[in-house]
């Protein structure tokens, strides 16, 4: 199972950016599409999750500034990010949970894309 994530980059704080995460394979049923980042000197942390059924959680950190939403048919979840702030610096990695045939349900990190905040 291989994650596509893109979307990263160097934006001014105040400003927007929009994260996407698609799941190459097909036949994959998904289960959960998330965002966590890490930031250095840190634990990775949560940032957002959405569940089967349209469910979403949220780091409280970001609560207001982002909204994740995926597009079922496609099996690509989007992190719309804005108001961004320095803090929000960190590598950010997509999380999937989920099965294809074959193999039961697992948890797929992918490969973290930068995300730097400037003042």
């Known amino acids: 199972v291989q994650l596509q994530a893109s979307g990263g980059g160097l934006v001014q704080a105040g400003g927007s950016l929009k994260l996407s995460c698609a799941v190459s394979?097909?036949?994959?049923?998904?289960?959960?599409m998330g965002w966590y980042r890490q930031a250095p000197g840190k634990q990775r942390e949560l940032v957002a999750r959405?569940?089967?059924?349209?469910?979403?959680t949220y780091a409280d950190s970001v609560k207001g500034r982002c909204t994740i939403s995926r597009d079922a048919a496609k099996n690509t979840a989007y992190l719309q990010m804005n108001s961004l702030k320095v803090e929000d610096t960190a590598v950010y990695y997509c999380?999937?949970?989920?099965?294809?045939?074959?193999?039961?349900?697992?948890?797929?990190w992918g490969q973290g894309t930068l995300v730097t905040i400037s003042s």
């Open positions: 394979t097909i036949m994959f049923t998904v289960n959960a």
């Open positions: 959405i569940v089967n059924g349209g469910g979403t």
């Open positions: 999380n999937v949970v989920g099965a294809t045939e074959g193999i039961p349900r697992t948890e797929y």
